[in-house]
C-alpha cells in the first residue's frame, strides 16, 4: 500500500473539517445537510483506505508497513520528525474508529437535523475524528500528545456543544479539567524519557525498554505517567467523574466519545506503550489493580441509575476498567480484543439511547416503557447490544470478556479474579433493567416524543444501528480460532478459543455464563414480573443504595472540598488577592487615569471658535518664542 494513501486515512477528515469551517457553515444556511454529506464522504474514503491497510498489514512481514518520516523541527542537535506508524494495532484501531465514526456521522443525519449548528455539530465531528486517528498513528510521543489534547479539545466543544445550557457548558468544563491532571502525568513521562533517551520515538523506546538500557525507577515512573494520561482519558477511577456529565452533549458525541474516540485513547495508549509497562511489575500491577477496582466501582452505580444515557455510562466506564485489567494481565491482545468488541456494541447502546429519546423526548427510564411496540428495530438492536456487553455466547462481548476472566484467573492478584466475576453478574443485571424498563411493559410517558407518541426512527437512523448489531454478533468470531491473538503478536496468550464451542470444554465460560444469567433473571423478576420489589430492596439496602446513588460523593469531594475549600481557600486564595489588588489595580488605575484624560481633553472641545482661536494663537506665539530663542 503507498504511504501516501496511509497519510490520506488522517488527512481526509482533516480536509472535512476545513471545507464545512471556512467554505460551508458562513455561506451555506443549517437547513442544508451539504456538512453532513461531507464529512460523511470524507470518513468514507478513510474506512475504505483502512480497511485497504488492514488487509496490507496482514499480509506484510511482522504484520508491518514501513512508512518514511517527515523531517518536521531541528532543534539543536534534535530532529523532530512527523512520521506514521502501520502495524496490527494501528490498523485494527483505524478500522474501530472509521467504521464507529462512520456509522455514527449517518445517525446524526437523522439526529441533528434541523438543529441550528448542524454545520459547527459536523466541523468538530471531523476534526474529533482526524485527531483520534493521529492518536492511532502517530510514531512518536510527543505527536500523540499533540493529538491527545486535540481529542480533549474536540470533547470539550462537542460535549458543550449546547453551549447555552448550563449542564453542558459545566460538564464541558468538567471534563476538560479533570482531564488535564491525567495529561499533566502523561507530560511529565514524556519530558522523563526524553531527558534519559534524548528520544520521542515510540519504536526507539521499546527497543531500549527491551534491551535493559530503559529500566528500574526512571522506566517505573514513566510508566505511571503515562498511566496517568490513560486514567483520564479512559476515566479510570479517581479521574472517572467527568464522564456520566458528559452525557450533555448530544447522544451520537456520547456514541463515538464512549466507543472509539475519547475514552479508546487511554486503553490504547497503554497498548502502544505496552513494551515500557512489561518491563515494570509495578506499573503493570497498578493497570491490574486500578482496572479492577474500576470496573466493579462504575458497575455499582450503573445499578441504580434512571437515566438511560448514564447508565450506560457507568457501564463504559466498567468496560474500560475490564481493558485495563486484561492489558494489566494478559498483554496487547486481550485489551484491544475487548476494546475492539465494545467499540460495536457500546456505539449500538447509546444509538440506541439516541432513538429512544427522539421517540419519547426524555432519557428518563420511569417514564418509558412498552416501547418494544412501537419501536421493533430498536429494540431488537438494542438487545442485541445488551446480550453481548453481557457476555452471552456467541457475540462477541463473550470472547473478549472471557479472555480477560481467564489471564485474570491466572495472570495477577486472586481478588481481581473475583472482582471481574462479580462485575459479570453486575453488568448483566444493570443492562436488562435498561431492557425491562425500557421496552417492556407499558409506556408510562406522556407522548413527548418529536411527532407526538412513541414512533420507529428513521431508516438513516435505524440503518446504522443495524450494521453495528452485526458486528456485534460476528466481530468475537475474528478470535474463536485464535487469530486475533497471532495477527497483534501475542497469539501465545489466547489459552481456551480455539473453536466456536471449544470454551465450554472448560469450567470459567460456563461459571460466567451462570453469572449472567443469575443477573438478567434478577432483572426479569423485579422489573419485568414484579415478584420483587425494587423499592424495598433498595430500602432494605439503604446505605448501599444511598452510596450508590449519591456516587460515593466524588463530585461532592472535589467540587465541594478539594476545589473550593482546598485550592481556593489556599494556593488560589493567594492568586485572589494577586488578581484583586495587582492586576485588576493595574488594569482599573489606567482605565482612570484615560478616563480622567478624556475629560480634560473633553473640556477644551467646546465648540467656540473663539476660545479655539485663542489657543491657536498661544500656539503659534510659542512656536516664534522657541524658534527666537533656540533656532
Keep these: 500500500m503507498p504511504s501516501q494513501l496511509i497519510w490520506l486515512i488522517f488527512l481526509l477528515p482533516v480536509s472535512s473539517f476545513v471545507i464545512v469551517s471556512f467554505f460551508i457553515r458562513p455561506f451555506v444556511k443549517p437547513e442544508s445537510r451539504v456538512a453532513g454529506y461531507i464529512t460523511i464522504t470524507a470518513i468514507s474514503g478513510s474506512l475504505a483506505l483502512s480497511l485497504w491497510a488492514l488487509a496490507a498489514v496482514m ?115 468538567k471534563a476538560f479539567i479533570v482531564t488535564r491532571f491525567g495529561d499533566f ?15 520521542f520515538d515510540i519504536a526507539e523506546l521499546h527497543g531500549l525498554a527491551i534491551a535493559g538500557a530503559l529500566a528500574g525507577t526512571t522506566l517505573t515512573w514513566a510508566a505511571i505517567g503515562i498511566f496517568s494520561g490513560a486514567v483520564g482519558k479512559s476515566a479510570q477511577f479517581p479521574l472517572h467523574v467527568w464522564l456520566p456529565d458528559a452525557m ?50 462504575a458497575a455499582s452505580m450503573g445499578l441504580v441509575m434512571t437515566d438511560i444515557k448514564r447508565v450506560l455510562a457507568y457501564s463504559t466506564i466498567s468496560q474500560l476498567g475490564y481493558m485495563m485489567l486484561g492489558l494489566g494481565v494478559g498483554g496487547v491482545a486481550i485489551g484491544i480484543f475487548h476494546l475492539f468488541n465494545h467499540a460495536f456494541f457500546k456505539a449500538l447502546l447509546f444509538l440506541g439511547a439516541g432513538s429512544v429519546n427522539h421517540a419519547t423526548g426524555t432519557f428518563d427510564m420511569r417514564e418509558m416503557g412498552g416501547l418494544r411496540k412501537f419501536m421493533p428495530w430498536t429494540y431488537a438492536t438494542f438487545l442485541i447490544g445488551a446480550l453481548s456487553i453481557a457476555g452471552i455466547w456467541p457475540l462477541s462481548g463473550f470472547w473478549s470478556k472471557d479472555e480477560i476472566l481467564l489471564h485474570s484467573q491466572t495472570g495477577g492478584p486472586s481478588i481481581l479474579f473475583y472482582l471481574a466475576m462479580i462485575t459479570v453478574f453486575m453488568t448483566a443485571f444493570y443492562m436488562f433493567r435498561v431492557i425491562f424498563m425500557t421496552f ?16 420507529e426512527s428513521s431508516s438513516v437512523m435505524v440503518t446504522p444501528m443495524v450494521v453495528l448489531a452485526v458486528l456485534a454478533v460476528v466481530s468475537g468470531f475474528w478470535n474463536v480460532t485464535g487469530q486475533f491473538g497471532a495477527f497483534m503478536g501475542h497469539g501465545e ?49 439503604k446505605p448501599l443504595y444511598t452510596l450508590f446513588i449519591r456516587k460515593y460523593w466524588m463530585d461532592e469531594l472535589y467540587e465541594g472540598v478539594l476545589v473550593k475549600n482546598a485550592l481556593i481557600g489556599g494556593f488560589f486564595a493567594g492568586l485572589q488577592q494577586v488578581d484583586t489588588y495587582g492586576v485588576d489595580g493595574a488594569v482599573n488605575g489606567v482605565a482612570n487615569g484615560a478616563i480622567a484624560g478624556g475629560r480634560a481633553i473633553r473640556r477644551a472641545q467646546t465648540g467656540q471658535l473663539q476660545f479655539y482661536g485663542l489657543f491657536i494663537g498661544i500656539g503659534i506665539l510659542a512656536i516664534i518664542l522657541c524658534v527666537y530663542f533656540f533656532g
Excluded at 506484510?60 to 542537535?77: E, F, T
Excluded at 506514521?84 to 456509522?103: G, K, P, Y
Aim: charged share 10%; net charge neutral.
Design 59 to 173: 499480509a506484510a512481514p511482522h504484520h508491518q508497513i514501513v512508512v518514511p518520516d517527515i523531517s518536521w523541527l531541528v532543534v539543536g542537535d534534535v530532529t523532530i520528525h512527523l512520521g506514521l506508524i502501520m502495524d496490527s494495532l494501528t490498523a485494527v484501531m483505524l478500522v474501530v474508529v472509521t467504521i464507529v465514526s462512520l456509522m455514527v456521522q449517518i445517525y446524526s443525519q437523522g439526529y441533528m437535523h434541523g438543529d441550528p449548528g448542524y454545520h459547527r455539530y459536523y466541523a468538530w465531528m471531523s476534526l474529533f475524528t482526524a485527531s483520534m486517528l493521529g492518536v492511532v498513528m502517530a510514531d512518536s510521543l510527543l505527536l500523540v500528545f499533540v493529538f491527545w489534547e486535540g481529542v480533549g479539545l474536540c470533547s470539550y466543544l462537542l460535549i458543550g456543544f449546547w453551549f447555552h445550557k448550563p449542564s453542558a457548558a459545566n460538564a464541558a468544563k
Design 185 to 199: 502525568g502523561f507530560l511529565a513521562a514524556i519530558l522523563l524519557l526524553f531527558a534519559h533517551t534524548r528520544t
Design 248 to 297: 450533555e452533549g448530544p447522544t451520537p458525541v456520547s456514541a463515538l466519545i464512549h466507543a472509539a474516540t475519547m475514552v479508546a485513547a487511554g486503553v490504547f495508549l497503554v497498548a502502544r506503550t505496552f513494551p515500557l509497562f512489561a518491563h515494570s511489575v509495578e506499573a503493570l500491577t497498578t493497570v491490574a489493580i486500578i482496572g479492577g477496582v474500576t470496573a466493579i466501582f
Design 440 to 455: 417492556g411493559g407499558e409506556y408510562r410517558g406522556g407522548g413527548s416524543g418529536a411527532h407526538g407518541h412513541p414512533h
Design 493 to 541: 496468550t489466547h489459552s481456551f478459543v480455539h473453536g466456536l464451542f471449544h470454551p465450554f470444554t472448560q469450567t470459567l465460560p460456563w461459571i460466567s455464563l451462570i453469572l449472567a444469567g443469575l443477573g438478567i433473571l434478577l432483572a426479569y423478576a423485579i422489573y419485568s414480573k414484579k415478584w420483587l420489589s425494587a423499592e424495598r430492596i433498595g430500602s432494605m439496602f
